[in-house]
C-alpha cells in the first residue's frame, strides 16, 4: 500500500532553516511527483511547491521562491523540503502529497501525516 | 494566479440531509478541479477530481458537478462522519501548481 511518512515534529528560531523528510514506499518514487503543502493553525491549505522524482525538475510558489528548496533521493525514495529564513508565520503543519495523474492534468492523491515546524524565539 | 473562492464558510446541516458547497474560479480550469475532506488533526483526503469523479473507496452520496469557473459538491444525505472542512482545489497547471480554496467547514446543526 501506498505510504508517505514524513519526519517528526521541529522547533525553530526565527531566520534559521528547516529539512523535512518524507519517505515514500508501496510505489515506483521515481514515476510520481510531490507536492508540499502546508497549514497554519486553524488555517486553511497552502500548496508550497511541486518536484519531478523522475529528473528533479520543480516548480514553487512564487511567495517562496528563494526560500524553499525541494530535493529528492532516489536511493531512498525520499523527498526533502527545505525551507530558511524561517519566520513566525512559517509556523504550520507541512504535508507532503503524491503527484495523481489524471487526464492532461495532475493533482494530489496520497498525503503524509504532516511534520508541525514551530518557529519562536 | 487563479484564485479559488468557497463558500459558505461555514454550513449547519442535520444528519441525514443534503449538503451543498460552491467553488468558483477567477479563471476557467476546465474540469482540473478535484475536492477534499479534511477532519481534525488529519491531512487532506481526496474525494472528487476531474470535478465529477469519485476517488476510490468514496461513497456515492459524495458528488461532484460544474465545469469552467463554478463547481458544486453535494454530500445527499449527511452522516456523522462526514462533518468536516472541505477544499477545492484546481490542477490546471503544468507544472503543477495547485491552489486551494478558503474552505467550508460543515457542521451540525
Known amino acids: 500500500q501506498v505510504q508517505l511518512v514524513q519526519s517528526g515534529a521541529e522547533v525553530k528560531k526565527p531566520g534559521a532553516s528547516v529539512k523535512v523528510s518524507c519517505k515514500a514506499s508501496?510505489?515506483?518514487?521515481?514515476?510520481?511527483?510531490i507536492s508540499w503543502v502546508r497549514q497554519a493553525p486553524g488555517q486553511g491549505l497552502e500548496w508550497m511547491g511541486w518536484?519531478?522524482?523522475?529528473?528533479?525538475?520543480?516548480n514553487y510558489a512564487q511567495k517562496l521562491q528563494g526560500r524553499v528548496t525541494m530535493t529528492t533521493d532516489t536511493s531512498t525514495s525520499t523527498a526533502y523540503m527545505e525551507l530558511r529564513s524561517l519566520r513566525s508565520d512559517d509556523t504550520a503543519v507541512y504535508y507532503c502529497?503524491?503527484?495523481?495523474?489524471?487526464?492532461?492534468?495532475?493533482?494530489?492523491?496520497?498525503w503524509g501525516q504532516g511534520t508541525l515546524v514551530t518557529v519562536s524565539s | 494566479e487563479i484564485v479559488m473562492t468557497q463558500s459558505p464558510a461555514t454550513l449547519s446541516v442535520s444528519p441525514g440531509e443534503r449538503a451543498t458547497l460552491s467553488c468558483r474560479a477567477s479563471q476557467s480550469v476546465s474540469s482540473n478541479l478535484a475536492w477534499y475532506q479534511q477532519k481534525p488533526g488529519q491531512a487532506p483526503r481526496l474525494l472528487i477530481y476531474?470535478?465529477?469523479t469519485r476517488a476510490t473507496g468514496i461513497p456515492a452520496r459524495f458528488s461532484g458537478s460544474g465545469s469552467g469557473t463554478e463547481f458544486t459538491l453535494t454530500i445527499s444525505s449527511l452522516q456523522s462522519e462526514d462533518f468536516a472542512v472541505y477544499y477545492c482545489q484546481q490542477y490546471n497547471n503544468w507544472p503543477p501548481l495547485l491552489t486551494f480554496g478558503g474552505g467550508t467547514k460543515v457542521e451540525i446543526k
Open positions: 502529497a503524491r503527484d495523481f495523474p489524471t487526464v492532461g492534468a495532475t493533482t494530489t492523491d496520497y
Open positions: 518536484i519531478s522524482a523522475y529528473n528533479g525538475n520543480t
Open positions: 476531474g470535478a465529477s
Open positions: 508501496g510505489y515506483t518514487f521515481t514515476s510520481y511527483g
